[in-house]
């Protein structure tokens, strides 16, 4: 028994060496236009936003910002939702429409009650999909995702950013403001998702892969 304890602690540290190994494909910013911070979308800036998406949230043919996150309540996602409520007047004056999309499992009324952005549900993950939005930490967190859309139906900015949460409205402010003059948006310097972030920092990485193989090995001596 032991012995096969051993093998499937092995098989389970070499899955999760390959797990926070860098990837080889991970994306890249577009020098020419904002990918905003690289993000895990498929989605890039100058394609169109899925208009079947762009329906279910009552945004075609509008200017908008589409912020996507976790969940309704948790603290990291209450900071976002505080700071788009802020930043709400602003986009206002850029008749930019603002909307939330969250899971309708991860839905809380009272939660949604205290804002006055529009927030959506996300039925069965079905848009978060559409838009090939990935998770972070390995498939533990849903992606932090947030869309400019202007009203051609094209993105202007795609910023992905787990960690920077309230940085969602001010990058979507800054590019909403540089459609509505006309230009371009620039790209913004910063780490996308969780996963990526661990990827480019190298002490990091080590850091967690000594944290998760000492994890396996605790295992292993206390089954023994």
Same mark, same amino acid.
């Not at 051993?6 to 899955?15: F, G, P, R």
């Not at 899925?50 to 279910?56: E, L, N, R």
């Not at 001010?170 to 780490?191: D, H, M, P």
């Given at each position: 028994? *032991?012995?096969?304890?051993?093998?499937?602690?092995?098989?389970?540290?070499?899955?999760?060496?390959? %797990?926070?190994?860098?990837?080889?494909?991970?994306? $890249?910013?577009?020098?020419?236009?904002?990918?905003?911070?690289?993000?895990?979308?498929?989605?890039?800036?100058?394609?169109?936003?899925?208009?079947?998406?762009?329906?279910?949230?009552?945004?075609?043919?509008?200017?908008?910002?589409? *912020?996507? *996150?976790?969940? /309704?309540?948790?603290?990291?996602?209450?900071?976002?939702?505080?700071?788009?409520?802020?930043?709400?007047?602003?986009?206002?004056? +850029?008749?930019? /429409?603002?909307?939330?999309?969250?899971?309708?499992?991860?839905?809380?009324?009272?939660?949604?009650?205290? *804002?006055?952005?529009? +927030?959506?549900?996300?039925?069965? /993950?079905?848009?978060?999909?559409?838009?090939?939005?990935?998770?972070?930490?390995?498939?533990?967190?849903?992606?932090?995702?947030?869309?400019?859309?202007?009203? /051609?139906?094209?993105?202007?900015?795609?910023?992905?950013?787990? +960690?920077?949460?309230?940085?969602?409205?001010?990058?979507?402010?800054?590019?909403?403001?540089?459609?509505?003059?006309?230009?371009?948006?620039?790209? $913004?310097?910063?780490?996308?998702?969780?996963?990526?972030?661990?990827?480019?920092?190298?002490?990091?990485?080590?850091?967690?892969?000594?944290?998760?193989?000492? %994890?396996?090995?605790?295992?292993?001596?206390? $089954?023994?």
């Amino acid at each position: 028994i *032991y012995f096969m304890k051993v093998l499937l602690a092995l098989a389970v540290m070499a899955s999760g060496a390959s %797990a926070f190994a860098p990837s080889k494909s991970l994306p $890249t910013c577009h020098s020419r236009r904002a990918c905003a911070v690289c993000s895990p979308s498929m989605l890039s800036p100058g394609e169109p936003f899925p208009a079947d998406v762009a329906t279910k949230l009552g945004v075609k043919g509008k200017s908008a910002v589409v *912020y996507f *996150y976790g969940s /309704d309540g948790s603290p990291s996602c209450t900071k976002e939702a505080d700071a788009f409520a802020t930043a709400l007047p602003e986009f206002r004056k +850029l008749n930019v /429409d603002v909307v939330g999309v969250r899971s309708d499992k991860n839905a809380q009324a009272d939660f949604e009650q205290r *804002y006055t952005q529009r +927030l959506v549900k996300d039925t069965n /993950d079905e848009m978060r999909q559409a838009l090939a939005i990935k998770a972070d930490l390995f498939g533990a967190l849903p992606g932090r995702e947030t869309y400019v859309i202007g009203k /051609d139906g094209k993105v202007g900015l795609v910023f992905n950013n787990q +960690l920077a949460a309230e940085q969602h409205a001010t990058e979507a402010l800054r590019a909403a403001r540089e459609l509505s003059a006309g230009r371009s948006v620039e790209a $913004t310097a910063g780490g996308g998702g969780l996963g990526q972030l661990i990827a480019e920092n190298s002490a990091t990485l080590v850091l967690a892969q000594i944290v998760y193989f000492s %994890a396996v090995l605790a295992w292993l001596l206390a $089954t023994r």
